[in-house]
């Protein structure tokens, strides 16, 4: 399975972007998929997971701007980040989980500037 991450780029604080993952085969199978970003130095983080029966999770400082969902149809998983701040900086990654495989695609970086 190939999952290719896209949408990022630069944005200003406050600004939105989208990312996409796509799916080189159906999703409908994957009991989880999720966005996981990572900075320098640091861990890579689980940022928002959807499961295949629609139960969604974000991480406590995405909450309330970040949406996470998937379009079965066109094998893709996409990230809605609203309200973007300084700290959300990172390289993001997207993730698909079918026991007893996992996934990762390429990450895509996100830089916020003030």
């Known amino acids: 399975v190939q999952l290719q991450a896209s949408g990022g780029g630069p944005v200003q604080a406050g600004g939105s972007l989208r990312l996409s993952c796509s799916a080189s085969?159906?999703?409908?199978?994957?009991?989880?998929m999720g966005w996981f970003r990572q900075t320098p130095g640091k861990e890579r983080e689980l940022v928002a997971s959807?499961?295949?029966?629609?139960?969604?999770w974000y991480a406590d400082s995405v909450k309330g701007r970040f949406t996470i969902s998937r379009d079965n149809a066109k094998n893709t998983m996409s990230l809605q980040m609203n309200n973007l701040k300084i700290e959300d900086t990172a390289v993001y990654f997207c993730?698909?989980?079918?026991?007893?495989?996992?996934?990762w695609g390429q990450g895509t970086q996100v830089t916020v500037s003030s």
């Open positions: 085969q159906s999703i409908v199978s994957f009991a989880v």
């Open positions: 959807l499961t295949s029966g629609e139960s969604t």
């Open positions: 993730n698909a989980q079918r026991v007893p495989n996992i996934y």
